[in-house]
């Protein structure tokens, strides 16, 4: 089983719709958990952080579910401009930080 | 601020040769992370530095590959005798202290092709 999984989609969704993606881990001694997003032939960048209460940031809510093992990143009325495909990350702290990236789902918002 | 800068942008080689990417983290980053990232496949963890600390190496897929970093500053990854397996985008990251609730800052990354 991979540390991080994610479901790479694509995930064609047309424009105004609201989309979610999950992602699994496997370490239930993890500590942090991000969404982080990478668009075409450029480097990732943090979206979010997703904290254990869950947390909103405009369009964007991001949950955790410790007891399942899964963090989830909910997208409200989409825009082209979210196209780009999303990378789960979780921090496993093991002496150093190490951060575990998923393969990312890549998304596109069609008008 | 200035953010993550790495270079080559652009790296083409012949198998067999030595490379050097090179990163300069964002100034009072203490953290640094390298990355391999595949055509089409998620970030691979290569290396992480703190500080003054010995770096955790766990990540490097043979002995061809080594990093170096000076300080606090630049940071060097060499691998030797390339081969074809390692054509992918090596990502450069760093954080101001490397907790585990800090934000990582990418570099736009030198694109290693390796013929």
């Known amino acids: 089983r991979k540390e991080v999984e994610q479901d790479p989609g694509p995930f064609n969704v047309p424009e105004g719709a609201t989309v979610a993606f999950n992602c699994t881990y496997s370490?239930?001694?993890?500590?942090?958990f991000f969404w982080y997003r990478q668009d075409c032939r450029k480097e990732p960048k943090l979206l979010m952080s997703v904290y254990s209460s869950g947390n909103e940031d405009g369009r964007f809510t991001a949950q955790l579910n410790r007891a399942s093992q899964y963090i989830s990143l909910l997208i409200r009325d989409s825009k082209l401009s979210d196209s780009a495909t999303y990378l789960c990350v979780v921090n496993e702290t093991s002496g150093t930080y190490k951060y575990i990236f998923g393969t990312g789902t890549r998304l596109k918002v069609l008008a | 601020g200035a953010g993550v800068s790495q270079s080559p942008s652009n790296k083409v080689t012949e198998k067999g040769k030595d490379v050097e990417l090179r990163c300069d983290p964002i100034s009072g980053h203490t953290a640094l992370y390298w990355y391999r990232q595949r055509l089409g496949q998620g970030l691979e963890f290569l290396i992480y530095?703190?500080?003054?600390?010995?770096?955790?190496k766990s990540g490097l897929p043979s002995d061809r590959f080594s990093a170096e970093r000076t300080g606090e500053s630049v940071s060097t990854l060499t691998i030797q005798r390339t081969q074809q397996e390692d054509s992918a985008v090596y990502l450069c990251?760093?954080?101001?202290?490397?907790?585990?609730?800090?934000?990582?800052?990418f570099g736009p990354g030198t694109r290693l092709l390796v013929l």
């Open positions: 990251a760093s954080s101001f202290a490397g907790g585990s609730l800090e934000t990582q800052y």
């Open positions: 530095f703190q500080g003054n600390s010995a770096p955790d």
């Open positions: 370490n239930s001694a993890s500590q942090s």
